[in-house]
C-alpha cells in the first residue's frame, strides 16, 4: 500500500483512539492536521517514508499512551516539538522514535518526560550528550517514578554519553529490555549488571567493552536474547551461561573468546549461537547438533576450530543461515547439505580444508540465497542441480580443484547476482548463451586463471543487462529471510585479492583474466557501463583497444596486460574520471601515451613492455609520432557507431573540450 498520508487522514473521524498503520507504504509529509485527533491514545506510523517535521502542536494530543514512529529515516523532530512532547503527554508509557533525526534535541529535554513512561527507544536518532543528565539517573532526568517503571531503554547508535554505574543499575532494576548497541558507554561497572533482574534483552554490541564476561550475569534468569559483539571481552566462554534456561538469542562474536566451544549448550533451545571472530580451537561439540530450534549458527573466523563437519548438522532442519567460514575443518562436505531444509539462505563454507565433492542434489523450492565454498580442496563437476536454487544471488565456489566445462546451465538462475568461479580446473571453450536471457541480472562475472580457451565469449558481454546501466544505489547485499546478515566475497580488486565483507549490490566486475582466450576484444564492451572493474589480462587477445572502452565512464579499474594488443592507445580513456588503476603492460602497443587527466596519474609500470610506446611516464616522442589521435571513420576503427544512443565519440570529444 502507498499513500499520500494527508489526504489520506484527512476524513477520518476525530474520534479516533488508535492509529496503527505499521510499514504501510506511506508517504508524504507527517500531517499537520493530527492535533485534529484529542482522543488518540494509540500512534504506530513504524517503516513507513513519512518526511518533514514533526508538528510543533503535536504535544496538544495529551491522550497519547504510546507513540512509535520509528524507521521513517527522513522524519526529524526539533527541539520545540520535543519539549512539548514530553511537558505535555503526561500520559504516555511508551516513546519510540529511532532513526527519526533529532540532532538538534539534547538530553536534558528528555528530563521531564512523563512519570508513567515504560519504553523509551531512540536508537539511530542522532541525540547526542550526556545520558543520564548530570551523571546520574535520579533527581530531574528523568524523575525517580520514571526511573523505577522504566521497562524498555533503546539508545542504539546514537552519541549519548552513558554511564553504566552504581545509579543506573539501582534505579533501573524494572528494566525488561536494555539496547545500547553502538553507543557511547563511557564508564561501565558491568559486575553490577546482574542487578537488572528482570531482563528479558540486553544489547551491549559495539561499545570496546573488555574483560571476561561478567558472572553476574548469571542472575539474568529471565534472559531471552543477550548480545555482547563487537567488544574485547577474553577468556573462555563461561558455564554458567549454559544455565540461562530462558535464553534463546547468543552473540558473542567479534570478541577475544578463547578455548572450546562448551559442550553443555545443549541445556539451551537456541534459535541464535554466533562465536564468529573469536579465538576458539577444537571440535563443533556434538551438542549443537541437538539444537532442533536453531535458525542461525555462525562459527565464521576462528581459524583453529578443527575436525570434520558431521552430516548429524542436517538434523537442524530450522536453520536458515549457517556460516562455518575461515576455520581449518577438513574431511568432506555432508551431501545432505544440498537438501535438508527448505529455510536454509545462506550456507558459508568457504576458506578451510574440505575435501571431495560439492553436494550433487538441491532440492527444489529452496530458499538458498548465499552459496560460499570458497577456498577448499573440491573436487569433480558443478552439479545441475543447482538451477533448483531460484532465489540464488551469489554462488562462489572460487579456489577449488573442480574439473569442469563452462556450466552454461547457472545462465537461468534468474536472481544470479554474483558468479565466482576463479582459480579451478575448468577448461574448453565458452560460447556464449544457450538461453534468450541469459544471467538476467548478473554483475559480478569472474571465471579467471582457469583453462578456459577460444575467443571471448562476445554474446554474453552483448547480454549483460544488468551491467548496461550505472547503478547508483549503494546498499548492500543482505539475506532475504535472515536479517542482519551480509553477504561477502574474495575478489581480485585493482590487483590485489580482497575479501569484501559485504557486497555492494551496484559494484560490477569482469574478470576473465589468466585464461588462454584469444581474439579481438569486442567492440560493443563500452555498452556496459555499469563496470567498475575489467580485466582480461593474461590471455591471447589480438587487435586494438577498442575505442568504445572510453565509454565505460565509471570504470575504476582497468588491466589488459600481458596480450598481444597492436596499434595506439584511445584518447578516450582519458575522459575516464574514476580510473585509478591501469595496466596495459606487456602488449604491443606503439604511439604517443594519451596525455591528462587520470593519465597523468600512472607510472611507467602500467606500459611497460610495449617496445613502440613513447610520452610520460615513458620516453619522450619523436616529432613523426605524434600524439595520440582519434580516428576520423569507421575504417580506422572507429567503433562508436555500434551504440544506438546516438553519442559517439566525437559528441564526447566536444562536450570535453568545452
Known amino acids: 500500500m502507498s499513500l499520500v498520508v494527508p489526504n489520506f487522514l484527512m476524513n477520518v473521524s476525530s474520534s479516533l483512539s488508535s492509529l496503527q498503520l505499521y510499514s504501510c507504504g506511506l508517504q508524504g509529509e507527517f500531517p499537520s492536521f493530527m492535533t485534529k485527533f484529542k482522543h488518540l491514545q494509540y500512534l504506530d506510523l513504524r517503516y513507513n517514508n513519512l518526511t518533514g517535521s514533526i508538528p510543533y502542536d503535536f504535544g496538544q494530543l495529551n491522550e497519547l499512551v504510546s507513540i512509535d514512529l520509528s524507521f521513517n529515516d527522513y522524519l526529524s523532530v526539533e527541539p520545540i516539538s520535543f519539549d512539548k512532547i514530553v511537558q505535555n503527554l503526561t500520559k504516555l508509557r511508551g516513546l519510540r522514535l529511532g532513526s527519526v533525526n533529532m540532532d538538534l534535541v539534547t538530553p536534558n529535554s528528555l528530563a521531564n518526560l ?60 524494572l528494566l525488561e529490555v536494555l539496547v545500547l548497541k553502538y553507543c557511547n558507554i563511557l564508564r561501565s561497572n558491568l559486575t553490577m549488571i546482574g542487578q537488572l533482574t528482570q531482563l528479558t534483552r540486553l544489547d551491549l554490541i559495539g561499545n570496546n567493552l573488555g574483560g571476561q564476561i561478567p558472572p553476574s550475569l548469571r542472575n539474568l534468569v529471565h534472559l531471552n536474547s543477550l548480545y555482547l559483539g563487537n567488544n574485547n571481552f577474553s577468556g573462555q566462554i563461561p558455564d554458567f551461561l549454559t544455565s540461562l534456561t530462558q535464553l534463546e538469542n547468543l552473540g558473542l562474536s567479534l570478541n577475544h573468546l578463547s578455548g572450546t566451544i562448551p559442550s553443555q549448550i545443549n541445556t539451551l533451545s537456541l534459535k541464535l549461537f554466533d562465536l564468529g571472530n573469536n579465538h576458539l580451537h577444537g571440535p563443533i561439540p556434538s551438542s549443537i547438533f541437538k539444537q532442533e530450534n536453531l535458525e542461525g549458527l555462525s562459527l565464521a573466523s576462528n581459524s583453529k576450530l578443527t575436525g570434520e563437519i558431521s552430516s548429524s548438522i542436517c538434523n537442524l532442519k530450522l536453520l536458515r543461515f549457517l556460516d562455518l567460514s575461515n576455520n581449518s575443518f577438513s574431511g568432506s562436505v555432508p551431501q545432505c547439505l544440498g537438501n535438508f531444509s527448505n529455510s536454509l539462505s545462506v550456507l558459508n563454507l568457504g576458506m578451510n580444508n574440505l575435501q571431495g565433492t560439492i553436494f550433487s542434489t538441491f532440492s527444489k523450492g ?54 565466482v568461479l576463479k582459480s579451478n580446473k575448468l577448461q574448453g571453450f565458452v560460447n556464449g548463451p544457450t538461453t534468450n536471457d541469459p544471467f538476467p541480472k548478473l554483475r559480478i562475472f569472474d571465471i579467471s586463471s582457469n583453462n578456459l580457451t577460444g575467443p571471448l565469449p562476445t554474446e554474453y558481454f552483448y547480454s549483460l543487462e544488468a551491467l548496461m546501466a550505472y547503478d547508483q544505489n549503494t546498499v548492500y547485499m543482505m539475506a532475504r529471510n535472515y536479517s542482519g546478515y551480509a553477504y561477502s566475497i574474495v575478489v581480485t580488486w585493482k590487483g590485489f585479492e580482497i575479501l569484501f565483507e559485504k557486497i555492494q549490490s551496484a559494484l560490477g566486475i569482469l574478470d576473465f583474466s589468466n585464461n588462454n ?117 569507421s575504417d580506422d576503427g572507429d567503433d562508436s557507431t555500434f551504440f544506438g544512443d546516438g553519442f559517439g565519440w566525437k559528441a564526447a570529444t566536444i562536450a570535453n573540450q568545452k
Open 114 to 173: 512523563s512519570s508513567s513512561l515504560s519504553a523509551l527507544g531512540l536508537w539511530g536518532c542522532g541525540l547526542q550528550g550526556k545520558f543520564p543528565a548530570n551523571d546520574r539517573l535520579t533527581g530531574s532526568f528523568p524523575s525517580s517514578n520514571v526511573s523505577n517503571d522504566l521497562r524498555l531503554l533503546g539508545l542504539s547508535h546514537t552519541k549519548i554519553s552513558v554511564y553504566l554505574d552504581y545509579d543506573f543499575f539501582t534505579n533501573l532494576k
Open 366 to 419: 529452496n530458499n538458498l540465497g548465499y552459496l560460499n565454498l570458497n577456498g577448499n580442496k573440491l573436487e569433480g563437476k558443478i552439479p545441475s542441480s543447482i538451477i533448483n536454487c531460484a532465489m540464488l544471488e551469489v554462488l562462489d565456489l572460487g579456489n577449488n580443484k573442480i574439473e569442469d566445462t563452462f556450466p552454461y546451465f547457472l545462465e537461468t538462475l534468474p536472481e544470479l547476482h554474483v558468479l
Open 517 to 633: 582466450f584469444n581474439g579481438e576484444i569486442p567492440k560493443l564492451i563500452g555498452k556496459l557501463n555499469g563496470l567498475r572493474q575489467l580485466n582480461l589480462s593474461h590471455n591471447s587477445l589480438t587487435g586494438q583497444i577498442p575505442l568504445s572502452s572510453g565509454m565505460l565512464f565509471n570504470l575504476e579499474s582497468l588491466d589488459l596486460s600481458s596480450n598481444l594488443l597492436t596499434g595506439r592507445i584511445p584518447q578516450q580513456l582519458a575522459f575516464i574520471t574514476f580510473l585509478a588503476v591501469l595496466n596495459l603492460s606487456h602488449n604491443q602497443l606503439e604511439g604517443a601515451i594519451p596525455s591528462g587527466k587520470q593519465f597523468n596519474t600512472f607510472n611507467a609500470s602500467s606500459f611497460e613492455g610495449n617496445l613502440g610506446l613513447c610520452g610520460f611516464p615513458m620516453p619522450n616522442c619523436n616529432s613523426s609520432e605524434g600524439p595520440a589521435l582519434l580516428p576520423s571513420n
